[in-house]
């Protein structure tokens, strides 16, 4: 499991294969950064994993973005503007 996040609990984050810890932490890190935006310098070892993880805390994060801003518009629709925001 990745460790909790501020304001929630762990980003459930699709891998395939099991994720070590360091893996986790990173996806995680990134996934939060991706989230509130802004630049974020992040480094590991040779072999950690890297490549992978960026790509699946991105992928996610850009589902989730996407995922939101379709119930906003949803939402927008059926004149639920004010509680579609406060969510």
């Known amino acids: 499991m990745a460790p909790p996040r501020e304001g929630g609990g762990p980003v459930r984050i699709p891998f395939p294969f099991t994720p070590y810890p360091v893996q986790e932490q990173l996806m995680t890190r990134l996934y939060d ?3 509130e935006g802004g ?3 992040f480094e590991s070892p040779t072999g950690t994993g890297k490549s992978l993880s ?3 805390s991105a992928l996610q994060w850009r589902a989730d973005a996407e995922a939101e801003k379709l119930a906003l518009l949803k939402a927008e629709a059926n004149g639920e503007a004010g509680a579609a925001t406060q969510a």
Do not use: A, F, T
Request: proline share 0%; charged share 20%.
């Open 54 to 56: 960026v790509i699946c």
């Open 39 to 41: 630049v974020g310098i």
């Open 33 to 35: 950064k991706c989230k």
